[in-house]
């Protein structure tokens, strides 16, 4: 009886490739928020910046945007204290040995 349970119960499963379950997430989505279109716009929301960072740490390297985020911090300190802060964002991004090296043009 235990074994006839599980071979129904597999086949109630949805898979990745099923057309429905594809069509069902469709409904899902919310074009109305434009907060991700516009860095400076997904700045001021912070929980919409956390969920675009777990996305691009999830598919991508997330090292240009925490490079980026990083160096808009540095821009809003005052110049002494930039300069303090500019050896450990050295460290983290621009340093051959940088864990989130990070390409910068010649």
Avoid: W
């Amino acid at each position: 009886m235990f074994g006839a349970q599980g071979l129904n119960s597999a086949m109630d499963i949805i898979g990745v490739e099923d057309e429905d379950f594809e069509n069902d997430m469709t409904d899902l989505l919310d074009d109305n928020c434009t907060y991700f279109n516009d860095m400076k716009e997904l700045k001021k929301h912070p929980t919409h910046l956390l969920v675009f960072l777990h996305h691009v740490i999830l598919q991508f390297d997330p090292a240009p945007l925490l490079c980026y985020l990083h160096a808009d911090l540095l821009s809003n300190l005052s110049a002494k204290e930039t300069k303090k802060q500019f050896a450990e964002f050295y460290n983290y991004f621009l340093d051959k040995s940088a864990c989130l090296r990070v390409s910068v043009p010649q």
